[in-house]
Structure formats: C-alpha cells, structure tokens
C-alpha cells in the first residue's frame, strides 16, 4: 500500500519568512495530493490540494508543487503569520478506478509549525 | 447545514467496557472515514465505508467495528475498551476518494 513521508516533523519560523514542507510517496499511481491544516484543538481542514495534471498550484500565500517523477510534493507557505501555527499534514491517494480497494487517503505524520514573533 | 458531527465529545470508559462513536453528515457524502489521532502518530485511517451499507478495513482496524446502515451515519464500536485505545477519533466524509475530506470535531477517549 501507499507509504507517506513528511519532513520535518516539527518547523520554527521567524513571522515573515517563508516556511515548507516536504512529503515523499510510494505508490506511483497515486495522483492527488491534499494538504490539511490543524489549529491546536480542533479538526483538521483542508488548505490546499494539487492532481498529477499540473506541478504546481497557488492559493495567495500557499502553494503546493508536485514532482511525479521523484514522488514528492511541497507545501510553500511565504510571509508567514501567527495564525499560520498549526500542525500540517500532507496525504496521498489514488482514483478508484485505477487501484480498486483503495478508495482511501494516506497521511503523513504531521509538521507542527510555530511562527515566532 | 452541520456538516459532519461526532457524538459524544469526551467519554471515560474503564477497560472491558464496550461503547459506541456516531458520526453524522448531512453533505450527502458518498464516502466516510474513522480514523485516531495520537500525538507523533498523524491520522491512522481505523475503518471506511464507500457507501450504504458497505464497510473495509484501514490502517489500524484490530478491536474496532463498524457499521453504515444508513447513507448519513456511520458508526464506531468498541466492544471490550482497552487502555491502547485512548486517543482523539475523528470522523470524516468526502464525495468521493480524490474529493475533499470534511472532518467532525473528534471525540476524545479516555480508557482507564
């Protein structure tokens, strides 16, 4: 099945820098690439997401690239913000009609990011 | 329009007890999710369901069942709770697989 791999695990930022985050996957049929947002306490909310049609996709200060052919994706967050604290996870998953019993997303283990002041 | 609910919030069960985790949509959601939260763990996918009356096994399925009766509910059952169970469950729903996953608040799970 699809390993994901996410780095680092934790990630201090001074505010107004950019920060990023990197995954590594397995499965090379996997082809969406979601990034989900966890504020301390509550649930987690998707940010962005990236298909395997495109390398790249931006959100205001959010991006996310995508390299097929060495499986791994960024998450590019620029002019960081208190608010930006939060830990973020990275998923992979395939359509299924391309890998039938694995109608499912794969998680990373999670960045814990601090914005400093 | 809730979105996807959890009930209960917060629960404390002692070892052997045996209790139930609803989670509900109201998105008409083909696709719902269980998965545990532990810290330095992420989100360990337990069981899914792809739709009415189906269920499959995740990541993590030992000691858990579950059930889609219906279209908007799918439950989390624990029939003899033990103390590696304790962790924060979140229940999620999506259109599909390469859709996005809407989350329920979590419900947090104290097994003494």
């Known amino acids: 099945g699809e390993n994901v791999e996410q780095h680092p695990s934790t990630l201090s930022v001074q505010e107004g820098d950019s920060a990023v985050i990197k995954c590594t996957y397995s499965?090379?049929?996997?082809?969406?690439f979601p990034w989900y947002k966890q504020e301390l306490g509550k649930r987690p909310q998707l940010i962005i997401d990236?298909?395997?049609?495109?390398g790249e996709k931006k959100d205001q200060r959010i991006a996310v690239t995508l390299n097929k052919t060495a499986k791994h994706f960024s998450l590019h967050i620029t002019e960081t913000q208190p608010e930006d604290s939060a830990v973020y996870f990275c998923a992979a998953s395939t359509q299924p009609l391309l890998r039938f019993g694995n109608e499912k997303l794969t998680f990373g283990t999670g960045t814990r990011l601090t914005i400093i002041p | 329009n809730a979105g996807v609910t959890q009930t209960p919030k917060f629960r404390v069960l002692k070892t052997g007890q045996s209790m139930t985790l609803l989670c509900a949509q109201d998105m008409n959601h083909e696709y719902m999710y269980w998965y545990r939260q532990d810290p330095g763990m992420g989100l360990r996918l337990i069981h899914y369901?792809?739709?009415?009356?189906?269920?499959a096994k995740g990541e993590v399925p030992d000691g858990y069942n579950v059930s889609r009766l219906k279209k908007q509910n799918f439950l989390l059952g624990l029939e003899s709770a033990a103390p590696s169970q304790t962790s924060v469950y979140f229940c999620?729903?999506?259109?599909?697989?390469?859709?996005?996953?809407?989350f329920g608040p979590g419900t947090r799970l104290l097994v003494l």
């Open positions: 369901s792809v739709g009415e009356g189906t269920t």
């Open positions: 990236i298909r395997s049609n495109v």
């Open positions: 499965d090379s049929a996997s082809n969406y």
């Open positions: 999620a729903s999506s259109l599909s697989v390469g859709e996005t996953q809407y």
